[in-house]
């Protein structure tokens, strides 16, 4: 069974530009789930899909970022317009329920470097 | 709210020496915690979970954590590390509703030869 894989690996981009990450869960994996880790901090929740709906996007920084998850199968997340503080690893991870006993399994993150 | 601490960010042992990567939770009810861990380029990995059942739970690889109510501590251990065990270590707290994972800021574990 494949894992959770994130597209791309790295992107390198001018400020202001655009950038779209994506995610693809596990197949059968209901919710969907973005996190981003900022240089020298913690791994912080960002949103949370069940499906195509948004459950929680609590931890969204800013309206420059916009996540969704079409058809409830895979989900991006774009950022426009690129700023420098928008720099680091941004994990998706996926689960086939919501329960706080779950594991949510994670991706391989995509990094992100705002010039 | 859910915090976790993690005590070291960086843990240095030579091969074949115990392992203890320690960790303190906040919660206000009966948590879930996990530890996960990240190698270099790879995704993270679950270790183990503790979801109030057994207070010692066994995870992957030889790792294992002890759920200590008393002390709020989830400390992971290990008898004796391998060079392959040289990674970066979060310990994490769910939220109640479980949609939200809450990480402590990681721990390096580096081994020596």
């Known amino acids: 069974e494949a894992g959770v894989t994130q597209f791309p690996s790295h992107s390198v981009i001018e400020k202001g530009q655009t950038v779209t990450l994506r995610c693809d869960p596990i197949?059968?994996?209901?919710?969907l789930y973005w996190y981003r880790r900022v240089m020298g901090k913690e791994i912080k929740f960002l949103l949370h899909f069940v499906k195509e709906s948004k459950q929680d996007e609590s931890g969204m920084p800013n309206n420059r970022f916009l996540a969704e998850r079409t058809g409830g199968t895979y989900s991006t997340l774009k950022v426009q317009p690129a700023e420098l503080e928008d720099s680091g690893v941004y994990f998706c991870?996926?689960?086939?329920?919501?329960?706080?006993?779950?594991?949510?399994?994670f991706g391989p993150g995509t990094r992100l470097t705002v010039l | 709210a859910q915090s976790v601490t993690q005590l070291d960010s960086h843990v240095s042992v030579s091969e074949g020496t115990p392992v203890l990567l320690r960790c303190n939770y906040s919660?206000?009810?009966?948590?879930?915690l996990f530890w996960y861990v990240q190698h270099p380029n790879k995704g993270l990995q679950l270790l183990l979970k503790?979801?109030?059942?057994?207070?010692l739970v066994k995870g992957i690889n030889g790792f294992e954590a002890e759920f200590k109510k008393s002390e709020t501590s989830f400390h992971l251990t290990k008898p004796s590390a391998h060079m392959s065990d040289a990674a970066e270590y979060f310990c994490?707290?769910?939220?109640?509703?479980?949609?939200?994972?809450?990480f402590g800021a990681g721990t390096i574990l580096r081994v020596k030869s």
């Open positions: 919660s206000s009810y009966s948590p879930s």
């Open positions: 994490v707290v769910s939220d109640l509703r479980g949609n939200k994972l809450v």
């Open positions: 197949s059968g994996h209901d919710n």
């Open positions: 991870a996926s689960s086939p329920r919501v329960a706080s006993t779950d594991t949510q399994y």
């Open positions: 503790y979801t109030s059942a057994a207070t």
